[in-house]
């Protein structure tokens, strides 16, 4: 996962309080389109011809699974569903290795979400713990999140690399340690340090060196992998490292990282043996191909789900090498989906991925490829009945049906939406001409009638800059929301600060509620303006309740200049919502996060918290995310004259970090509503 933060307040994140979801293609989890497999030239064989091929399983970053099935975070996975999806993984692939001719499995990193944290370690152990009982080998490296001193390459390339740390501290060493990792049949050597690793695994008479280098390999670690490299000059060699390709916003398109071109520069070019690469970090699945100093190809691929729907919903990969169509084919599925109860399957409950990012098929004459290395390399022996990525996808569906996802119904006019007598205040951002300026002091009309929102008058507590251009009417808007048409909020920057906002009179009744027993539902439609730019955007609100949540009697958290609300942006474009509970006592933010939301694509969001449990729930899209807290009581307020924010915030008195997109429909609800009566849905 991505580690940049903002240092000076963001904390919580640092934390691991950053989410994990994706929805389609609105989220960079599970992007693409639903085209066919990419570059499928071979010729399948006939049924009955039986083939030279084996597959490789590939286990993407796991460190929510690891996470969330810990009791510190209330046995998610368990608890809701009865198992977990680690354990589902490493299971299937024990149960299937011989079936489905796999001689190895290949983890990407990211093993836990946090590393100081023991449990998480130990549901590590436990799956992976599966494989070595079924004699099943593995190769596995530490990610940024596995690490004690996570700096990103592009932010420091000098500092933050295996030789300077202080190697016994490093929980990654004490559970995966050299000693274990000799247990495997297949196991070669490490390093000094003993964060790399090099494995030789044999199928259909050939052999492959698997060469997995964990977070911010130095200079020495390089070296050590190019001499593992000269030492097996003949080997056809798979490079497995935890960043290497990244993901285009698109979603779908490649895009190389300056880590990756380093290690292409210092490492893979020049060694011809190196003619596939994986990795994780980066959220979503995409593929390159480069050429290397001999004019061969390298098949570089990146696929990582922890920011799908559940942490990932235990999808992970299938390599089949079929060495008699000469073809590599990839399957993109979730063993765990089809072990769920059925009462919890909903649309993003999807077994197999079909997008031509996540199921394709590599064209690759492997005999060529190796020839200038090893030119002895062989078809092997043909004792495959057909297509082991075909025989997986049986598998994985046998008595598994998908739910059925009833299409929605777009609104038939402006009143199609479930009306709610639990209503406090709903806003609906329509009126002006298209790109007109909303000019300021223009009242928005609550639904209720009694608790409407005015635009701020210009440059306010300390923002510079703010023109009355800077919020505009747009008739764009969610195709789901009855209100047909939204705001836009425009050139916004935290650095100036320049930023407009609405907010709620000092004397609007909705200032004082808290909602501590009658729970609450709040909706948004937003979208992201496809410009976004961390550095100007970062942390920027969606809805805020002014004054500082550290002025809360028995507030004792982090970041006390905040306010006791932030319906937010973060750094990762994830969506946060953090409140500070109405409780007595003791008390400190309470936090919801969502997966990374792609710009320009209109989402909706919904925040349910019930009313009995106090158990918070955030909605993106209808699907609930992975990440969200329990016990929450009531939204917390400084004062009854303390207003409502839309668009804006604050930070320690002064407005700050605006939103920058388009905010349409907002509603507050004093209930726990079900999404039959969110504004997504039509009115009876």
Not at 519 to 541: C, L, R
Request: aromatic letters at 10%; charged letters at 20%; glycine letters at 8%.
């Amino acid at each position: 996962m991505d580690a940049a933060q903002d240092a000076q307040r963001r904390s919580l994140l640092k934390l691991g309080l950053a989410s994990g979801l994706s929805v389609g293609g609105l989220l960079s989890g599970c992007g693409g389109d639903s085209a066919g497999a990419a570059g499928n030239s071979a010729v399948t064989p006939p049924p009955n011809t039986q083939i030279s091929s084996f597959a490789l399983a590939v286990l993407p970053d796991t460190q929510f699974y690891s996470r969330y099935a810990t009791s510190s975070e209330s046995n998610q996975y368990e608890r809701h569903y009865g198992n977990e999806p680690y354990a589902a993984q490493t299971t299937w692939v024990a149960r299937n290795a011989q079936a489905l001719n796999i001689p190895f499995l290949i983890h990407l990193g990211d093993v836990v979400d946090q590393v100081g944290k023991p449990e998480q370690w130990k549901v590590a152990d436990s799956a992976m713990q599966v494989l070595e009982a079924a004699k099943v080998p593995y190769s596995i490296l530490a990610g940024n999140h596995d690490v004690l001193n996570d700096i990103d390459y592009d932010s420091d390339p000098t500092k933050g690399t295996d030789t300077q740390r202080v190697l016994a501290n490093e929980p990654y060493l004490q559970w995966f340690s050299a000693r274990r990792a000799q247990r495997q049949a297949t196991f070669g050597a490490r390093d000094d340090t003993g964060f790399h690793e090099y494995h030789i695994f044999k199928a259909q008479d050939q052999q492959f060196l698997v060469l997995s280098l964990s977070w911010r390999i130095s200079d020495a670690g390089i070296a050590w992998a190019r001499k593992v490299l000269a030492d097996h000059p003949t080997l056809p060699a798979i490079l497995v490292n935890h960043q290497l390709l990244n993901i285009a916003p698109d979603a779908v398109s490649p895009l190389e990282t300056g880590y990756g071109k380093m290690l292409w520069e210092k490492l893979i070019r020049d060694n011809d043996q190196i003619f596939m690469t994986l990795n994780g970090h980066h959220h979503g699945g995409a593929r390159l191909t480069k050429t290397n100093n001999f004019g061969n190809a390298v098949e570089e691929m990146v696929v990582d789900y922890q920011m799908a729907y559940q942490g990932g919903n235990g999808l992970m990969r299938l390599y089949e090498f079929d060495l008699t169509n000469k073809q590599i084919k990839v399957l993109s599925f979730s063993p765990w989906v089809p072990m769920k109860p059925a009462d919890t399957l909903n649309a993003f409950d999807r077994a197999v991925l079909t997008e031509s990012n996540h199921s394709f098929t590599i064209s690759m004459d492997f005999a060529k490829r190796f020839a200038r290395f090893n030119p002895t390399f062989g078809v092997g022996k043909a004792t495959v009945a057909s297509s082991l990525i075909d025989q997986a996808k049986a598998l994985v569906l046998k008595g598994y049906t998908e739910p059925a996802v009833a299409e929605p119904v777009l609104p038939k006019d402006t009143d199609d939406y479930p009306k709610v007598a639990s209503t406090v205040a709903h806003w609906r951002f329509y009126g002006g001409s298209d790109g007109a300026a909303v000019p300021p002091g223009t009242r928005i009309n609550d639904v209720t009638g009694a608790n409407p929102l005015v635009r701020d008058q210009l440059n306010q507590g300390g923002i510079v800059g703010a023109a009355a251009g800077d919020v505009v009417w747009s008739n764009d808007h969610h195709r789901l929301s009855s209100a047909p048409g939204s705001v836009g909020f425009l050139n916004t920057d935290k650095n100036a600060p320049r930023l407009s906002y609405f907010l709620t009179d000092a004397s609007a009744a909705i200032n004082a509620q808290t909602f501590a027993t009658t729970g609450y539902t709040i909706e948004a439609f937003i979208k992201i303006n496809p410009a976004w730019d961390k550095a100007k955007h970062a942390w920027m609100n969606i809805m805020t309740r002014d004054g500082k949540r550290g002025n809360l009697a028995g507030f004792d958290g982090g970041d006390p200049e905040s306010p006791p609300l932030l319906f937010a942006i973060s750094s990762l474009r994830e969506v946060q919502w953090e409140v500070v509970p109405a409780v007595s006592g003791q008390r400190d933010a309470m936090a919801s996060w969502s997966g990374e939301i792609i710009a320009g694509n209109w989402v909706h969001i919904a925040i349910v918290n019930d009313p009995v449990t106090h158990d918070t729930i955030m909605y993106v899209e209808g699907a609930p995310v992975l990440r969200n807290s329990s016990n929450v009581v009531g939204l917390a307020s400084l004062s009854a004259s303390s207003p409502w924010v839309v668009g804006g915030g604050s930070w320690d008195g002064a407005r700050a970090d605006g939103f920058f997109g388009n905010i349409g429909e907002v509603r507050v609800a004093a209930a726990a509503l079900p999404a039959t009566q969110w504004l997504t849905a039509r009115r009876s």
